[in-house]
């Protein structure tokens, strides 16, 4: 298997430990893989990612990225906190979609002092070109960071964590990961593929794009990246988007609360709320049994749950 460098942004490997109350809870034996704990600002999974992308672009000699996503896109904000950290540029063009105000991450690219420019479209090709113009008018190449950072090298960075999680020595039956741009997802299903046989990915889609393509042509990519000859697995794919993408969802609120009330750990509304609710679906329909090893991989996004107007909830 091919290998291939990265820059060392995270604090690796992230704590994972089991949660006795949620366990007692659910009826199973349910863990956690903090990756919101992985050191850099608010934490999350788009770390792991850009250790890759953020490593190709310093040795291709680009000194400005850009990426995007909705306003309150924790990805874009980690990758300015890694990019400024690294002696890089950082331009964020993001969707007019979401909380535009300084609240959330907002708070952080402003302490950050990284520019923001908002683009009233839902094309990310349309913002891909605006990068290209932006880049011209200011006679600089652009590395450009797709929304979430997920494209096949991105991806790499979650099969790097299920050969972490497979070297702690723990097995799972079930593994449960977040999905809203398929990078992660991917990675997940592919690197237990290739690290974790046995156990089964389940992904809760917080988004309503055709993640039944999107998901295995990441795993394919990835795969012909690393010059491996592997079935790609089809991808357990649960849906959990509720009212819309970043839009709070009652079953995601109520998880977030569990959560937050029984083991004292923060979720948000956008991803990690939602995908956990689709583990205490799961284990509320009886899919899991008592002896049961499930792991839940909290992938970050805490900023985001600070751009909610409560008083509205």
């Not at 942004?9 to 919101?36: A, C, H, Q």
């Not at 029984?262 to 689709?278: M, P, R, S």
Request: proline content about 4%; glycine content about 12%; hydrophobic content about 35%.
């Amino acid at each position: 298997m091919r290998s291939f460098e990265k820059e060392s942004l995270g604090l690796f490997p992230t704590p994972m430990y089991r949660l006795p109350n949620i366990s007692r809870e659910l009826g199973t034996n349910v863990w956690i893989k903090r990756d919101d704990l992985c050191g850099v600002a608010l934490g999350g999974n788009k770390v792991r990612k850009l250790e890759y992308l953020l490593h190709e672009a310093k040795t291709q000699g680009y000194d400005l990225v850009m990426t995007t996503g909705q306003a309150q896109s924790n990805h874009a904000m980690l990758t300015a906190a890694c990019a400024l950290r690294m002696g890089m540029d950082c331009i964020l063009v993001l969707k007019k979609r979401g909380v535009t105000a300084r609240k959330g991450n907002q708070i952080l690219n402003h302490l950050m002092g990284v520019e923001v420019r908002y683009m009233d479209t839902d094309s990310y090709e349309e913002i891909y070109q605006e990068m290209d113009r932006i880049g011209q008018e200011m006679g600089r190449r652009v590395y450009k960071i797709p929304c979430g950072g997920s494209n096949a090298l991105g991806s790499l960075g979650y099969i790097d964590c299920m050969k972490e999680i497979a070297d702690s020595g723990c097995r799972f039956d079930h593994l449960v990961c977040a999905c809203g741009s398929g990078g992660t997802a991917a990675g997940c299903v592919l690197g237990a593929k290739i690290h974790l046989p046995g156990t089964q990915v389940m992904c809760s889609m917080v988004d309503n794009d055709p993640f039944d393509v999107i998901v295995p042509k990441l795993m394919k990519e990835a795969a012909d990246l690393l010059e491996i000859d592997v079935d790609i697995p089809v991808p357990d794919l649960l849906d959990m988007c509720g009212p819309g993408y970043s839009i709070p969802s009652e079953e995601g609120n109520e998880a977030i609360g569990m959560m937050l009330k029984l083991e004292g750990i923060v979720l948000d509304t956008c991803y990690t709320g939602k995908a956990f609710a689709g583990l205490v679906r799961r284990a509320r329909e009886g899919y899991y049994k008592p002896e049961d090893q499930v792991l839940f991989v909290h992938t970050g996004g805490a900023g985001g749950l600070f751009a909610q107007d409560w008083e509205k909830k």
